[in-house]
């Protein structure tokens, strides 16, 4: 149920969405009537680059959006689009940031009140400084002043009286996939300086997506503005240690000291980073904590723009999985779960070993873009170091005959890559992470403790640990870090 609110703001009318629309406003202030986008037609006329112009000028057209400063901005993006495709990528570090070293994002999840009547106001903003890593300060566009929006909470049933203040330089809109609603009506563009209020009802429990969707819709998002939405079920919930955690994607563009966004980079799908709660491996430095035995429950958005995630905590099974976060939607027993961009689930588990344990998108790619986390489980066991490590596989072998190797991993290679040792003969091997980002060392086809490869724990920047194996027959073997598959890659040779 849509209310526009009487006109704060007799000028937001005049650029109301108007799905259909086959208006495009031009720089100039001109206005083209009667496009139709055709992207044949326009593919022979621009080239190459039209088939992004036809996909933002559709966008446009559909939506209907004419704010000029809007407008202006595109056709530089486009501009920028057609002048060809970014420059190589840049590996940026993933070391934290001094912003999330001294605030990492507040991942806990406070319940919801019992009112039932919501009433939330979020102030749009399109210049906050956020500190993605260490050294790395973006310009972010966002919902209340944090990459992502603190996440709001609500219960079955209750009506969410919404209100956006837009405080940025450039229009901004708001819209709650929880909400079923008139999008025109309701989520439409705010211009700068102005606010809109409508409400909904809060029908479907679950956990969703909200956003920006003033076009073009993949910058609003790329540069921050989203958040998650908990609507808890009219049942309520069993008690559990819970946590949101929203994956997203930075592009980067250098602009003086701050980075801001790169379209370009957004259009082609190659993101600098991939982050939980809007910073790299804030969660790494500070691990989200959790009692063994303990019901631990995981809200979990997908912001995007573009990227599939693939949800997974390394030693653990969800012990439920829930699509949308839907208690209707149970699946039991799973690893890892797929969350569509502009999509979200629900996670419960219980650990019964203290411990470490990561929990990433096992898009590899991404995780080691960033989006790593851990949840620790319990207090440390003695010998880890600074507690951030997994458990390292128990030897059940003396070591004090093995021989020894040191391998020294760094970002992201191993110092050594060249290790030898005699078939039948122990080897312990002492493994120092002087790296950043999260490694391992896993020697592949070379049994270890357990009946798994021998391998050391996965170690955060700084972290060292150990394991011992006895090869048993002469070869060559690889060993890699199962965090950079790709680029940490050794050989061990046994005579
Ligand atoms: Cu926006």
């Known amino acids: 149920m849509c209310r526009a609110a009487p006109d704060h703001n ?11 629309g086959n208006e495009m406003a031009l720089a100039t202030g001109e206005r083209r009537q009667g496009f139709r986008p055709s992207l044949k037609g326009i593919g022979a006329v621009l080239g190459t680059g039209a088939l992004v112009w036809g996909a933002l000028a559709v966008q446009a057209a559909i939506v209907g959006e004419r704010q000029e400063s809007t407008t202006a901005r595109l056709e530089q993006q486009i501009a920028q689009v057609q002048a060809g495709p970014p420059a190589q990528a840049q590996r940026y570090t993933t070391e934290v940031s001094d912003q999330a070293k001294a605030q990492p994002f507040d991942a ?16 749009a903003t399109d210049d906050t400084i ?8 973006f310009t972010g566009w966002t919902f209340g002043g944090s990459v992502p929006a603190k996440p709001l909470r609500v219960r079955q049933g209750d009506t969410v009286k919404f209100t956006l203040v837009n405080n940025g330089k450039v229009g901004h809109s708001m819209d709650f996939h929880a909400a079923s609603i008139n999008p025109g009506a309701a989520f439409k563009t705010v211009l700068p300086g102005q606010s ?20 073009p819709v993949i910058e609003h998002i790329g540069n921050g503005m989203y958040g998650a939405i908990i609507v808890d079920p009219a049942e309520g919930l069993a008690p559990a240690k819970e946590f949101a955690l929203v994956q997203s994607e930075y592009y980067l563009d250098k602009k003086g000291e701050v980075y801001t966004g790169h379209v370009g980079k957004m259009m082609e799908g190659t993101p600098d980073y991939v982050v939980w709660n809007g910073m790299a491996n804030q969660y790494v430095a500070s691990p989200l904590k959790a009692d063994p035995g303990e019901l631990i429950r995981l809200w979990v958005v997908n912001a995007g723009p573009s990227q599939t995630s693939a949800f997974h905590v390394i030693g653990a099974v969800f012990s439920a999985y829930y699509p949308d976060g839907n208690l209707a939607n149970k699946q039991v027993g799973v690893s890892t779960a797929t969350i569509p961009a502009g999509g979200a689930a629900m996670f419960e588990l219980t650990i019964p070993d203290a411990g470490t344990y990561p929990f990433v998108t096992h898009s590899f790619a991404d995780a080691s873009k960033g989006a790593i986390g851990v949840l620790q489980v319990g207090t440390p066991a003695a010998g880890e170091a600074d507690g951030h490590t997994m458990d390292a596989p128990a030897s059940g072998h003396g070591s004090a005959a093995a021989v020894k190797l040191d391998v020294t991993m760094l970002d992201n290679k191993f110092a050594q890559p060249q290790l030898s040792a005699k078939a039948g003969e122990m080897v312990s091997v002492n493994v120092v992470n002087k790296g950043s980002a999260l490694h391992n ?18 170690l955060t920047g700084g972290a060292s640990g150990s394991f011992t194996f006895t090869p048993a027959k002469a070869g060559t073997y690889k060993f890699i870090c199962d965090v950079h598959p790709v680029e940490m890659t050794g050989t061990l040779t046994v005579k």
């Open 130 to 137: 956020v500190g993605i890593a260490k050294d790395i300060n």
């Open 196 to 215: 809109f209020s409508f409400e909904w009802k809060a029908v479907n429990p679950g956990v969703y997506m909200f956003h920006c969707g003033t076009p």
């Open 108 to 123: 806990t999840l406070p319940p919801a009140t019992t009112a039932p009547v919501k009433e939330i106001t979020l102030t």
């Open 441 to 458: 060392l896993r020697i592949a086809g070379v049994p270890g403790d357990g009946g798994k490869d021998a391998q050391s724990a996965l």
């Open 10 to 20: 007799q000028d937001v009318s005049r650029h109301d969405i108007a799905p259909g």
